[in-house]
């Protein structure tokens, strides 16, 4: 079956950076949007910022100037840069597909932790 296999995360000091890869294992049908999700201890997941097929972007407005979303279709990866991280920004990450941008994700990555120190 279709799997998002996720690596990148790791520990970094507060204004570090990192950069998650999410890649599909085969192609994924009736996908038009890919994601980017965390979720820290006691919280909700949420979202991160996301890039839909025909190249719409958002990102939630922490992450606003630091955080970049892009894709290589060749390569069937999904990549968040991560710059200036801050302790906040630590969680658990998971790259998502889903139908559209309003709708959750079908297809989840295994998960990868960033945790930035102070």
């Known amino acids: 079956q279709v799997q998002l296999v996720e690596s990148g995360g790791g520990l970094v000091q507060a204004g570090g950076s990192l950069r998650l890869s999410c890649t599909a294992s085969?192609?994924?049908?009736?996908?038009?949007?890919m994601g980017w999700y965390r979720q820290a201890p006691g919280k909700e997941r949420e979202l991160v910022a996301a890039?839909?097929?025909?190249?719409?972007?958002v990102y939630r407005d922490s992450v606003k100037g630091r955080f970049t979303v892009s894709r290589d279709n060749a390569k069937a990866t999904l990549y968040l840069q991560m710059n200036t991280l801050k302790p906040e920004d630590t969680a658990m990450y998971y790259c998502?597909?889903?139908?559209?941008?309003?709708?959750?994700?079908?297809?989840w990555g295994q998960g990868s932790q960033v945790t930035v120190s102070s």
């Open positions: 085969q192609n994924i049908f009736g996908v038009n949007t």
């Open positions: 890039i839909t097929t025909d190249g719409n972007i």
């Open positions: 998502g597909a889903s139908a559209n941008l309003a709708s959750i994700p079908r297809l």
